[in-house]
């Protein structure tokens, strides 16, 4: 993933892949103290940043819940993820990661100094038959929102994923799925999870325990306004899952991944099915900015200067 030409945005310096180092002492790397949001990076006529407003509210959203101070603006990311880019020399698609980490020394409440890093990885566009999983329903359930709430995009809420991916490769699955501790579906690992049922596409709630997935979110309007599929947010059961026509994990890592098998139930149709290539077809495109409707979705390089000092040096 990384080499030694890479290079890391941290605390408004651009620097080598080697330096960008917290304390082993700190709160965020003895305890997993931070936020993050992984954004995607899309060339169409130029590189747009897909759906940054979302991404920096629910950013946003994780900082309140974690109690640490916004001491960061909007600009201030936005410049982050430009400079990363630009010292990476990456002009296409690129997965981004934006994270806040608490560097500040002492128990699991502490809640600075903060350190704002952000890494870029180049990426190629890909076709959805690379992409094929087979998922099994893990015997861990997924956090809830009463002890470890999934709404946070928090480093270590992806311990309850890292049991459940270790099950799953254990048993022969690709990935794996999670019920709740309502024991009805709720996510994959580090993806929401998305069915197509009797020609509707189906996804459980954001009370599910699940992350508010802007991936997932995108998907529910592309299918109601672009493409006339009918959208049911509603619980699902784990064995509603296995009879469904077409299954695909969404997320702004992977992007789509087509279900193959639920606990080794062969999907009605193969994957990728006709319905979700309908949808990564328009997904596609509205990420590449032809679909002039979705324009606002999509963050072009304007020259944004960070309010705080320490502009980004070379
Ligand atoms: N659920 C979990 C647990 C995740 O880690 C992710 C990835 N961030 C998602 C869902 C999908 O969220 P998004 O579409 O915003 O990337």
Redesign the pocket.
């Known amino acids: 993933m990384s080499n030694s030409k890479t290079k890391i945005y941290m605390d408004g310096k651009i620097i080598p892949w080697e330096s960008a180092t917290i304390h082993v002492a700190s709160t965020g790397a003895k305890y997993g103290a931070n936020v993050f949001e992984?954004i995607c990076c899309y060339y169409g006529d130029q590189q747009y940043l897909f759906r940054l407003r979302e991404h920096l509210d629910r950013l946003r959203e994780s900082i309140d819940l974690m109690r640490l101070p916004q001491q960061y603006s909007d600009a201030e990311f936005e410049h982050a993820i430009w400079e990363t880019l630009k010292a990476n020399d990456i002009s296409g698609d690129a997965h981004i990661r934006l994270s806040i980490i608490v560097t500040g020394e002492g128990l699991y409440d502490v809640s600075g100094p903060l350190a704002l890093v952000c890494t870029a990885t180049p990426r190629e566009p890909g076709t959805l038959s690379d992409r094929t999983v087979s998922l099994g329903f893990s015997s861990w359930r997924r956090i809830d929102d009463a002890s470890m709430p999934?709404r946070i995009?928090a480093g270590p809420?992806?311990h309850n994923?890292r049991f459940a991916l270790m099950d799953a490769k254990r048993h022969g699955y690709d990935e794996a799925l999670l019920l709740n501790s309502a024991g009805m579906v709720s996510?994959?690992?580090?993806?929401?999870f998305m069915m197509i049922r009797r020609g509707a596409l189906v996804t459980p709630p954001v009370s599910a325990g699940?992350?508010e997935?802007?991936?997932?979110d995108t998907f529910l309007k592309i299918a109601a306004d672009e493409l006339g599929i009918p959208v049911e947010v509603r619980e699902i059961d784990r064995t509603e899952t296995a009879i469904a026509e077409e299954a695909f994990l969404?997320?702004?890592?992977q992007e789509v991944r087509p279900v193959r098998s639920i606990d080794g139930i062969k999907l009605k149709r193969t994957a990728p099915g006709p319905v979700t290539l309908r949808l990564w077809d328009s997904y596609e495109n509205v990420g590449r900015g032809r679909i002039s409707k979705y324009r606002d979705w999509l963050t072009t390089r304007v020259d944004v200067q960070p309010q705080k000092s320490g502009a980004a040096a070379e």
């Open positions: 992984g999934p995009k809420n992806y994923g996510e994959s690992t580090n993806s929401c699940i992350l997935s802007i991936t997932r969404c997320n702004s890592f």
